[in-house]
């Protein structure tokens, strides 16, 4: 039995659902199971009952649940502590950014902080919301920007920064690409490219409910993952979609982008942005960073 496993576990004991377990944790579906059959096999008794449709803990399965969890918060705790121990004389700090935040507000961040602090050196991983939270909690990264996630992690500290505002990228011989800006109604009928819910749940919701609140169907032509592919496909005509404003400053022939606006005057809410860190981990550096995004903020909203 490794901690590894009863990670798995806990995960697969929370969600009671091996698909979900095993795209929280980043791993394939027959990985996990793999695990878990491990440790059954390492604890020489069975910790769920599975069906086609239904998981279940077994009694020796909910005795384990409490106990591993205990064991995992010790654990992280302990790692936690010594990791603290060498950021306190730590130059690096290392930051994770969504694509919308590595391009709209990390630069405008980097370029005050480096003002204040020329010392330290800071690095930028970019990548998606639902692989970077695991990376902070592992210790890998110190500060993450990220789309709020839908289940609120009890270890992580997370501040909301701003609703980043909306456009709508359109090709340039489209009808729409001569307006000053936009309505949801004015989308209805028109094939729409949106991004897949497991990767960029955000904007796959907003584009969909935004249709449903105007009590529109949305037509999707296209789920697409990746922003540079998305606007690609725009490019070739392929359909329409809804992206934050940032993405206008990508390279992109062929693609005009329209504010969306609601109906009145004002633009619509848009993604939502937020700042997160270990809750329990202290960092001198970390701190800094965040008092110059506070400072920062006004400018960058």
Known sequence: MDLHQLRCFIAVAEELHFGHAAHRLEM???ALGRYIRLLEEDLGTRLFIRSTRNV????????????ARLLIAQADALASRYRQ??????????????????????????????????????????????????????????????????????DIEMRFLFNEAIVVAVPQSHPLAKRDCLQISDLQDQ????????????????????????????????????KQTIINLVAAELGIVIVPQWTSRMPARNVSYIPLTGNGAGAINGLPLSVAWMRDARDPLREKMLEVLMAQLPLSA
């Open 85 to 154: 121990m060498g950021r306190q004389q730590a130059t690096t700090l290392k930051i994770g950014a969504i694509d919308s935040a590595a391009a709209g507000l990390i630069p405008q961040l980097l370029q005050a902080f480096r003002k204040r602090y020329p010392d330290v050196e800071v690095q930028i991983f970019e990548d998606k919301t639902l692989r970077l939270i695991p990376r902070l909690k592992s210790g890998r990264l110190d500060l993450v920007f990220i789309r709020p996630p839908e289940k609120k992690e009890r």
């Open 191 to 226: 094939p729409l490219i949106v991004p897949e819910r497991k990767s960029r749940p955000h904007s796959h919701d907003l584009s969909i409910n935004l249709f449903a609140e105007a009590g529109l169907s949305a037509r999707i032509a296209q789920l697409a993952d990746e």
């Open 56 to 67: 279940a803990l077994t009694p020796t399965g909910l005795l384990l649940f409490d106990d």
């Open 28 to 30: 394939l579906p027959s």
